[in-house]
């Protein structure tokens, strides 16, 4: 009796673990089910989105699969920067506020950008290099395209520097370099309004005079040249801040900021500038999805807002903050809004026509709205030279924030 109650109480032993072991295995399997779906709603946003779209928004993710990059906060960083206009000979002289002496500049340069949520990896030049070898990447734009490309060619320079394709002595023109360690290209498109345009009269200011701009076709500058290129980086929206005349079809539909000049027999209607720069994204990216031979990927970058207080470029306005503001302290200007939404929104129609993962977002609105410390300001040359951009907050300090543009860039690039 005693030995059958034995083999009672251990087969009920037995069978109360092999009970236990089964719940685990379940709650397991339930928890990591719920957990995926959840990373997936994160991602998401809404369950409406097409899977491409879905999937450039996740490639754009970073930090992990539930990690929103745009949104965050600047962090103090001790290890920051990552290089200085000593080590690096290939910034811009109008963008080094090292050699200026911009105030406050050692505050200004020890943050770093963190998503909520997530850690952002720091940039690996030699992680980079490996993964674009034998590629090739373009950035199209204006010249906040050129100070992209030239924080991350500083960043490059710790691995290797480039050398300059048929070296040129401009400022406002397209521009390509080579790795040949790493037989990678980079080039600037000068393209600021991203589609064709001209200057309305011979003899004209490029900065002050009227331009006319044709929103319904793609700048040959560029369109015609980015063929072969892996990568192409895509920004633009200042320079509709600027009087210009728009045509479309052969028909001129509107203007906007001043574009008469005065002129009262002048006819054309005023067109928000937000319509403008939502026809040239729409037409560039249509451009670009259905280019004869381009086959690469397509990396969106939203507007970098710039940071005038009591003041225009023009008219005695200046940035002189020395920290970065804080996400619950500041948000996007009414224009600047206007142009992330018209950019946004574009990407999104242009990602579903195309095949998953060819067209990515690279969205630093938010994030360089609370850097209005960032910017070279009057520290972008001596204080008795005369230049046309005399205190300058549209541009980026280098090294400054816009070496975060990169680690996004990396992170998108690793998928």
């Known amino acids: ?13 037995t069978t109360g673990l092999l009970l236990i072991l089964l719940l685990l295995v379940a709650f397991t399997v339930c928890n990591y089910s719920s957990l995926k779906l959840s990373t997936r709603q ?14 450039s928004y996740a490639s754009g993710g970073g930090g992990g699969a539930a990690c929103d990059v745009a949104r965050g906060e600047w962090v103090p960083d001790p290890a920051a920067p990552y290089y200085t206009n000593e080590t690096c000979p290939l910034i811009d002289s109008r963008q080094d506020c090292m050699k200026y002496g911009k105030p406050g500049l050692e ?17 690996d030049a030699a992680a980079f290099l490996r993964l674009v070898r034998g590629k090739s990447m373009a950035f199209v734009g204006d010249s906040v395209a050129r100070n992209h490309m030239q924080s991350l060619m500083c960043l490059l320079s710790k ?13 406002h023109c397209t521009r390509k370099y080579h790795y040949r360690a790493h037989n990678f290209t980079v080039c600037v498109f000068w393209a600021p309004f991203l589609v064709r345009w001209n200057l309305t009269r011979a003899g004209a ?3 002050m ?12 500058e560029w369109s015609r040249g980015v063929a072969g290129y892996d990568y192409v980086v895509l920004n633009g929206a200042k320079w509709f801040t600027r009087p210009t005349i728009l045509y479309e079809g052969g028909r001129l539909v509107g203007c906007n900021n001043d574009c008469h000049g005065g002129d009262p027999n002048a006819t054309a209607a005023t067109a ?6 939502r026809a040239s994204f729409r037409t560039a990216l249509r451009a670009l999805r259905e280019h004869p031979v381009f086959r690469g990927t397509v990396i969106v970058r939203t507007v970098a807002p710039p940071h005038y207080e009591n003041g225009k470029w023009y008219d005695g306005g200046n940035c002189l903050r020395t920290r970065p503001m804080r996400s619950d302290e500041t948000g996007l200007p009414e224009t600047e809004a206007a142009f992330h939404a018209a950019q946004v929104e574009e990407f999104r129609a242009a990602a579903a026509a195309a095949a998953g993962g060819r067209f990515l977002l690279m969205d630093v609105s938010g994030m360089m709205q609370m850097r209005g410390d960032g910017h070279p300001g009057q520290y972008g040359h001596w204080p008795h030279e005369k230049v046309g951009f005399g205190i300058d907050c549209v541009h980026w300090c280098l090294p400054g924030p816009v070496d975060a543009w990169n680690e996004l860039l990396l992170h998108l690039l690793r998928g």
């Open 159 to 171: 691995v290797e520097f480039p050398t300059e394709i048929e070296a040129k002595d401009c400022i």
């Open 1 to 13: 009796m005693k030995h059958n109650n034995l083999l009672v109480r251990r087969a009920a032993s």
């Open 205 to 207: 200011l490029q900065f």
């Open 42 to 55: 994160y991602i998401d946003g809404t369950s409406a989105r097409s899977s491409s779209t879905r999937a």
């Open 107 to 123: 505050s200004i340069l020890r943050w770093r950008w963190r998503p909520h949520g997530c850690d952002l990896p720091r940039f």
């Open 209 to 220: 005079d009227p331009h006319n701009v044709f929103l319904d076709e793609a700048d040959p």
């Open 272 to 277: 928000p500038p937000e319509y403008a720069v």
